[in-house]
């Protein structure tokens, strides 16, 4: 099997991968639905999971946020915002 990678406009995204989804397996294999793995979730379960667990973690305050903001954009991109 070849290989490519195409580009498509948003708003036409969701019919052509409905076409190519109905294009046997055997002729077309979708190999990457531009969705990185650690976000796709394949269960309730899962969803459940994930929920319970940014539950629990600590959230900031604004101040905090901001102060973290902050330290980014100095030590990572080397400017002051």
Same mark, same amino acid.
């Given at each position: *099997?070849?290989? @490519?990678?195409?580009?498509?406009?948003?708003?036409?995204?969701?019919?052509?991968?409905?076409?190519? $989804?109905? @294009?046997? $397996?055997e002729?077309?294999? @979708?190999?990457?639905e531009?969705? +990185? +793995?650690?976000?796709?979730?394949?269960?309730?379960?899962?969803?459940?999971?994930?929920?319970? #667990?940014? #539950?629990?973690?600590?959230?900031?305050?604004?101040?905090?946020?901001?102060?973290? *903001?902050? $330290?980014?954009? #100095?030590?990572?991109?080397? @400017?002051?915002?």
């Amino acid at each position: *099997m070849q290989t @490519i990678t195409l580009k498509v406009e948003d708003s036409f995204y969701d019919a052509f991968m409905e076409l190519l $989804k109905n @294009i046997s $397996k055997e002729k077309v294999e @979708i190999v990457d639905e531009g969705y +990185p +793995p650690e976000v796709v979730v394949s269960s309730v379960e899962e969803v459940r999971r994930r929920v319970y #667990e940014a #539950e629990q973690s600590r959230s900031l305050t604004e101040e905090e946020y901001q102060q973290e *903001m902050d $330290k980014f954009f #100095e030590n990572e991109l080397g @400017i002051s915002r």
